[in-house]
């Protein structure tokens, strides 16, 4: 009678099946790799942010400039056109500094002079050096060479769809680069209307 006892207690314990256990482990598997992939991603994101973020300032910038020289009367609003109706330059050009006219991306820009850590060429932003402090003497130059801007400036049709309005224009300037260990392009784009009143 015993044994009879023992009998049926183990006939009723059960394990788990060896394809239980696989799909458990390929469940698992597949959880780690979108792990691993979200943070290699993350991390991807981190290293160009600030790329990103110099991609948006310079863009930003040239378009409130365009609008500063617009209210200043700097510029008459027959000359913000591209070349040669206009000062802007047509096409992409690197980020150079503003020539005698205070402008980017116009004909008369110039290499920018050597300041500090930044030597003689296209614009340069100084960055905190080992000491992560601005402004002493580690401080390192990161050089734009590898961001081009474009200011695009197109006229503005009526409601017929055929007719120009003299009135306003539409600006689109994009700042594009090649991420620092990429090869695939970035950009960053900014459309706005300017009209010939203030």
Known sequence: ???TMTKSRASQQSGFTIIETMIA?????IGIITLIAAFAAGLAATQTSQENLIARQKTLEAMESIYT????????FSQISNF?????????????????????????????????????GPECV???????????????????????RQVQINPVLE??????????????????????????ARSYQVNALISAYR
């Open 126 to 148: 100084v960055m905190p050096g080992p000491d992560g402090i601005l402004g002493t003497a580690d401080d390192v130059g990161m050089s734009l060479g590898n961001f081009t």
């Open 1 to 3: 009678m015993g044994a």
């Open 159 to 184: 409601s017929d769809g055929v007719t120009v309005n003299p009135t306003l224009k539409q600006i689109t300037v994009t700042v594009s680069y090649i991420p620092t260990g990429l090869t695939a």
């Open 84 to 120: 040669p109706t206009g000062i802007f330059s047509s096409g992409s050009t690197q980020l150079l500094c503003a020539g005698p006219d205070g402008l980017v991306n116009t004909t008369d820009d110039v290499n920018c002079p050597a300041n500090g850590p930044c030597v003689s």
């Open 25 to 29: 482990i390929a469940i698992t598997g």
């Open 69 to 76: 020289a617009r209210n200043t009367q700097q510029l008459s």
